[in-house]
């Protein structure tokens, strides 16, 4: 008797916390989560922009800072990835600009040439990323005796791509927010799992209850 009391209790225990006051709790901490997680990625979104503005403005110090503070924010920021990262076009074309007007003063056809291949690429691809793939295969392709690299040594072109890695969880509102939201589901599921148990074994073990 014992055991059926001490069971019985167990499912009154049990039941003092309504299962749907349990899930309206959770859909709120869901909404919360989801806004805050929402907002991470606008604040990378918005210091991302301000990278490519420094790059379209050329002040080479200013870029550096906004990227340094793109870095810093996506690093302890969950929900913050990047995607395919970001690219310093415009300052790839200034320093390629630079390059070729150097290389300009011993072979006045190299510039054209160039400017030629650039054209092209540009033509077909808008995103910056197949544009570079297409100029460096050109570059690559063209017969020994304009051999183009001999004459211009164009900038790294990986050099002005960057990527930061978004942590999968961060010690900040969102990352507690989700973690509360963890600890509800579990508390949801142990809860039920309980009284399913605690039914079966009063029906099977109990069974004039």
Not at 34 to 63: F, K
Not at 115 to 142: E, G, P
């Amino acid at each position: 008797m014992v055991d059926k009391k001490q069971v019985r209790l167990s499912i009154k225990q049990l039941r003092r916390i309504k299962t749907w006051q349990l899930v309206i709790l959770l859909i709120l901490a869901g909404f919360i989560t989801a806004t805050l997680l929402r907002l991470n990625n606008v604040g990378m979104v918005q210091r991302r922009q301000a990278v490519l503005i420094a790059d379209e403005n050329g002040n080479r110090e200013d870029i550096i800072s906004r990227l340094h503070e793109l870095q810093r924010y996506v690093a302890a920021h969950m929900n913050t990835n990047m995607g395919d990262g970001i690219y310093l076009e415009h300052q790839y074309e200034r320093d390629r600009e630079s390059a070729i007007y150097e290389a300009s003063l011993q072979a006045g056809s190299t510039e054209n040439v160039y400017k030629k291949i650039t054209d092209a690429c540009r033509a077909q691809y808008s995103v910056w990323s197949r544009y570079f793939q297409c100029v460096t295969n050109n570059l690559n392709s063209m017969p020994a005796g304009q051999d183009f690299s001999t004459t211009v040594k164009l900038p790294n072109i990986g050099t002005y791509k960057h990527n930061f890695v978004s942590p999968v969880w961060s010690p900040d509102f969102t990352g507690w927010s989700l973690v509360i939201c963890v600890i509800i589901a579990i508390v949801i599921i142990v809860r039920l799992l309980g009284l399913i148990v605690l039914k079966i074994i009063l029906r099977y073990r109990y069974k004039s209850i």
